[in-house]
């Protein structure tokens, strides 16, 4: 487990699958900017017994605050000559976004992937509207690198994302509790 000062992240467990199965197949938690697509149940099983949503080229973790899961956090590579890793996050009950979790998750990870894994730069995919989440970036001492148009499909239509990046030696003075 990572802990931070508000919320801890873990592996997922067998026991949470009901609860994240009905949350991944409620897409009116997605909010405006996360992907919408649907897998079914059965494969979402598998998926967990084949590898306990963590590989090592990949992984999901939950988000914990108050003992209650309240989002996941995942990583996963890009392409396989660049030396980084995106990472993804999503919070499930709107009452409990603008709060500093996710911010708090990123952090967090962001230490643990550069601690443990052979990676330069983790980076980050922002839809161009989306300001909290361009906020979360920020605040993790995500650098905006530049637009990808129309390089993401959502909502019927191809829309333009931002990237924004963390390098290692930038993660340095990156302090999880902030």
């Known amino acids: 487990m990572l802990t931070g000062t508000n919320v801890t992240l873990r592996p ?5 699958l009901t ?7 409620d897409l009116s938690n997605r909010g405006d900017y996360f992907p919408l697509q649907l897998i079914s149940e059965s494969q979402f099983i598998k998926d967990f017994r084949d590898t306990g949503f963590l590989t090592p ?13 309240v ?6 590579p890009t392409v396989s ?6 990472l993804g996050y ?16 990123i952090r ?17 995919i922002i839809h161009t509207d989306n300001a909290a989440s361009r906020r979360v970036a920020e605040k993790c001492l ?10 993401w499909f959502h909502g019927g239509r191809f829309q333009d994302v931002e990237v924004y990046a963390l390098l290692r030696e930038e993660a340095a003075s990156l302090d999880p509790a902030t």
């Not at 000559?81 to 995106?86: A, H, Q």
């Not at 919070?91 to 998750?105: C, L, V, Y």
């Not at 995500?142 to 390089?151: I, K, L, Q, V």
């Open 81 to 86: 000559y660049l030396g980084e890793i995106e």
């Open 57 to 69: 080229e990949r992984g999901t973790l939950l988000i914990i605050r108050d003992n209650a899961i």
């Open 90 to 105: 999503h919070i499930f009950d709107r009452t409990q976004r603008g709060k500093g979790i996710a911010s708090e998750a």
């Open 71 to 76: 989002g996941r956090v995942q990583y996963y």
């Open 19 to 25: 609860f994240l199965y009905d949350v991944h197949q």
């Open 142 to 151: 995500f650098r905006h690198e530049g637009t990808s148009r129309r390089a």
């Open 108 to 124: 967090l990870l962001a230490r643990y992937l550069f601690d443990t894994w052979p990676v330069n730069r983790l980076r980050l």
């Open 12 to 16: 997922i467990r067998e026991a949470d």
